[in-house]
Antibody, heavy 127, light 110 residues
Framework: QVQLQESGPGLVKPSETLSLTCSVS??????????WSWIRQPPGKGLEWIGY???????RNNPSLGSRVILSLDKANNQVSLELTSLTAADTAVYYC???????????????????WGQGTMVTVSS | IVMTQTPLSLSVTPGQPASISCKSS???????????LYWYVQKSGYPPQPLIY???NRYSGVPDRFRGSGSGTDFTLKISRVEAEDVGTYYC????????FGPGTKVDVK
């Protein structure tokens, strides 16, 4: 079955750039029926969508994060990457990657948003 | 699109029903005729799990005691008979324009 695993530094300093990787096993990220997202959750708070990227490399970000977010695909290693620049303490959170898939049934297609999630990785921004 | 949920917390006796409301600031109906409203549950220490897609369809493996309904900007998740394992925080989310989660509704059992 498909599994997602996030990895990255647990501690980063303010003003630095966070780099996280989501390693996908059990399927190819190059499948154009998939969309790959990053979502985060500050301690004790709710979920915030960060952005998504599709097979051709096109991506969209949460407007609240603006140009701080860079998403990319590493097809050779079957990984999805997130870079978040200009970190502050407010970026401290558990970071999740998640997949959307398209479900074809009859003559219709449904979007199964976030049908698979990684376990998440905790990132603390502190000097 | 801003998502709101009510109530923000809910305590339910096992075996009794529960209902969570979710409202969006704009209609989630898209030109393809589908409405892009989803429900997830997050149990303590775990990532969220999908429950409902496109308002009323259960993801694979989701028990039929979970039922989603609604249209336009008003949606509801109902649990017909709450079980102890249903404890967690329930989130609605829209994909009509990018993605936005609601604030979450924390459900516990009495």
């Amino acid at each position: 079955q498909v599994q997602l695993q996030e990895s990255g530094p647990g501690l980063v300093k303010p003003s630095e750039t966070l780099s996280l990787t989501c390693s996908v096993s059990g399927d190819s990220i190059s499948n154009d029926d998939y969309v790959w997202s990053w979502i985060r959750q500050p301690p004790g708070k709710g979920l915030e969508w960060i952005g998504y990227i599709v097979d051709n490399g096109n991506s969209r970000n949460n407007p609240s994060l603006g140009s701080r977010v860079i998403l990319s695909l590493d097809k050779a290693n079957n990984q999805v990457s997130l870079e978040l620049t200009s970190l502050t303490a407010a970026d401290t959170a558990v970071y999740y990657c998640a997949r959307d898939s398209l479900y074809y049934h009859g003559d219709t297609v449904s979007l199964l948003a976030f049908d698979i999630w990684g376990q998440g990785t905790m990132v603390t921004v502190s000097s | 699109i801003v998502m709101t949920q009510t109530p923000l917390s809910l305590s339910v006796t096992p075996g009794q029903p529960a209902s969570i409301s979710c409202k969006s600031s704009q209609s989630l109906l898209y030109s393809d005729g589908k409405t892009y409203l989803y429900w997830y549950v997050q149990k303590s220490g775990y990532p969220p799990q999908p429950l409902i897609y496109e308002v009323s369809n259960r993801y694979s493996g989701v028990p039929d005691r979970f039922r989603g309904s609604g249209s336009g900007t008003d949606f509801t998740l109902k649990i017909s008979r709450v079980e102890a394992e249903d404890v967690g925080t329930y989130y609605c989310m829209q994909t009509r324009q990018l993605r936005t989660f609601g604030p979450g509704t924390k459900v516990d059992v009495k």
